[in-house]
């Protein structure tokens, strides 16, 4: 599953590593461990949702795409700022019109997407404290997703794995040298 594209990365140089997935993929613990191993800022997309659109999700209901218009132009601010700083982006990146307007941030973006089967991220929600969206909406988020498989900047891993075993894939995919 997992793709190399290491010739069109260079890590000296500053790039967004975006790490997407449906909810429960293990998005946020492979993002804060990358960005750990490679001392480059983590950034938590659901920070960017506004108190609205996050009740919305805690009541059941999925976000529109108006509706996630005013997070991805935020989202895309923020990275936008300092294009000479890497970071590693937790973002769901369920639709690719969105994901192509990360793709102009002036620097190189590598999305990483996480793939699990809906049965096992329906365990891993049903485990989670203390988060807004519920298990509910796992249907709504996969017949969201738009599928990564044409996109050259996207590798997809098998995320049912131990996190350490992702992010050996993730540096292998990438050819990134270890830290």
Known sequence: MTMTIGHNFDESQPF??????VS????TTIAKLLSEKLSIEFVEADDFHSQQSKDHMAKGL???DEMREPWIKALVSYLSQDNKTSKV???SGLRKKHRARFRRLGMPCIFIHLVVDQEELQQRINQRENHFMPSSLLASQFAALDSTSTETDVIEIDAAKLPQNIIAEIYTALDLRPR
């Not at 967004?16 to 997935?21: R, T």
């Not at 429960?24 to 998005?27: D, L, S």
């Open 89 to 91: 982006l937790a973002y």
């Open 62 to 64: 999925p976000l529109t």
């Open 16 to 21: 967004v590593l975006i790490v997407m997935g």
């Open 24 to 27: 429960g993929c293990g998005k």
